[in-house]
């Protein structure tokens, strides 16, 4: 079974991939005319196989097909360790389960479209001869939309949400502009790796400061398209979602003038951007969605959160970190305040001394 779960890299999606599609469901269930009720919310368990059989599908199709690859550039893939006999055996069960998660949406005419793309996309983009991953942009293009795009639609198709254009473009502008920063700081962090594959990526056609440029420009615009989708949903998920980002731009900042000047450090806040959509994003919708039911559907929804997915715990270390910012910026505002007073008062004050006395921590602790 461990051997299974690395094959299909879970740790890889589990939270990044399954956690925001389960969101865009219950933000499909306010698009609704429907009254959300335990029904409609359970009907996300649907949603979760679905989307969990395809992401491991198409990760193993991944590492299947990058056996060679992965032996040149000297990466661990879990699938060249396995007899040709049980790779081909476990693969055709995820190919089984991923058609036996299907039979619920039989009478979902347009999401059984997009999940064909789904897989025909997969398809393209790992399997010689056609193989896009070989090509930098084509790539790029396609990550961008199987890796959450498609099954946004998907989910606001099966939550009958009233899809218009509006609706229709901010998930689109979110899918494609979340793919694109997600994969080029992928392409940009496997740069080495990828060349030692004899792979070439976008990371090999610019430089690292455009690269870096790109990002940051593609998360302004994939958070404008999700806070305008969540706007109209309900004022918790709106305002969770917002304190998500206040706390990536305190680390952003953290990142850019605490760093030892590395250029790499000052990057780091880059792969924090996912937790906005990993930690946030899910509590905005269950205190969204389940505040209809008031403290105790948030309760049981954060606890049925909690139990598929533990990487949502990190929200508690998310407002621990917080609240050490607004401490931290609290103590700098008031040294800088009191020193401005005392340089002109009494300029034999040591502010710094009188701080640790107050505090007890003195010199000698």
């Known amino acids: 079974m461990k051997q299974l779960l690395l094959a299909i890299r879970i740790k890889d999606w589990w939270n990044a991939i399954i956690i925001p599609v389960i969101s865009f469901y219950l933000i499909g269930l306010h698009y609704s005319d429907y009254p959300i009720d335990i029904d409609s919310v359970l009907n996300s368990f649907s949603i979760l196989f679905l989307s969990a059989t395809t992401a491991a599908f198409g990760f193993y199709l991944n590492e299947l097909t990058d056996i060679q690859d ?20 476990i693969f055709r069960l995820i190919i089984f389960f991923t058609a036996i998660s299907t039979v619920l949406f039989w009478e979902y005419t347009y999401i059984l479209v ?3 793309i789904q897989i025909i996309l997969f398809i393209l983009y790992s399997c010689p001869p056609v193989r896009l991953k070989r090509f930098p942009i084509a790539a790029v293009i396609l990550d961008s939309l199987y890796s959450g795009t498609i099954f946004y639609f998907i989910c606001l198709l099966y939550a009958e949400a009233n899809l218009n254009w509006t609706i229709a473009l901010l998930t689109l502008g979110f899918g494609i502009f979340r793919g694109l920063r997600n994969i080029i700081y992928h ?5 080495k790796l990828d060349h ?11 430089d690292n ?7 940051s420009l593609l998360f302004f615009l994939e958070i404008s398209c999700l806070l305008c989708l969540l706007f109209p949903v309900s004022a918790y998920s709106f305002y969770i979602v917002i304190t998500g980002v206040l706390i990536l731009l305190v680390k952003r900042n953290y990142y850019r003038f605490y760093s030892s ?17 990993e930690v946030w994003l899910p509590v ?21 959160m909690l139990i598929l997915f533990p990487g949502i715990s990190r929200i508690i270390h998310e407002i621990y970190l917080l609240l050490l910012n607004i401490y931290y910026l609290g103590y700098k505002f008031f040294y800088f305040i009191s020193d401005l007073y005392f340089i002109h008062t009494k300029p034999h004050f040591d502010i710094g001394k009188w ?10 602790s």
């Open 70 to 89: 992965d032996i040149r550039a000297g990466k661990n893939n879990i699938v060249a360790t396995f007899s040709t006999s049980k790779a081909s055996l």
């Open 114 to 116: 997009l999940f064909s």
């Open 187 to 191: 392409v940009d962090k496997d740069q």
């Open 196 to 206: 030692l594959a004899g792979q070439k990526t976008l990371a090999h056609l610019t």
């Open 209 to 215: 400061h455009r690269m870096t440029l790109a990002q």
């Open 261 to 277: 000047g590395d250029i790499s450090d000052k990057k780091k806040w880059l792969s924090e951007i996912n937790t906005v959509y």
């Open 284 to 304: 905005a919708m269950v205190a969204g969605t389940f505040g209809i039911w008031e403290w105790r559907g948030f309760l049981a929804g954060y606890l049925v």
């Open 355 to 364: 701080w640790k006395r107050l505090t007890g921590n003195n010199e000698h």
